[in-house]
């Protein structure tokens, strides 16, 4: 017979315990409910980031961290490449981005190029 516990009792056992149970081994309500709101709050929010991050090839929160960097990796490769990867930005965004460029980034746009062309772009999108 295996007298090992189960993967979840050992993750408990490892790191929960000492967090939501008191020194009798109690379980502290409290901390039990802040914990899962935390939890509660990762689960709202992290499927959006991983399918914002991935162009929309992975939002399950249990998703292995490594698919979903690999996905974001060459989703930003192909943009910065100039590849077919699919980026839009909302005319709300465009305009926000190109104020902030246009603020920060002016001395720049005489220097870089394709931040100049990266502000044209914008400047076309937002119709000015």
């Not at 709101?37 to 961290?65: E, H, M, R």
């Amino acid at each position: 017979m295996n007298n090992q516990q189960p993967e979840y009792k050992q993750v408990f056992d490892d790191f929960w315990k000492e967090i939501v149970c008191d020194e009798n081994g109690k379980l502290k309500l409290d901390q039990v409910q802040r914990e899962l709101f935390d939890y509660w709050v990762a689960i709202q929010n992290v499927p959006k980031v991983y399918c914002q991050v991935t162009g929309g090839l992975f939002s399950k929160l249990n998703t292995d961290a490594s698919y979903v960097i690999d996905a974001a990796e060459e989703r930003y490769s192909k943009l910065y490449e100039g590849g077919d990867c699919n980026l839009t930005l909302s005319t709300q965004q465009a305009i926000a981005l190109r104020n902030f460029i246009s603020e920060q980034a002016y001395p720049t746009m005489h220097e870089q190029p394709e931040i100049a062309a990266i502000f044209d772009q914008l400047q076309s999108k937002v119709g000015m």
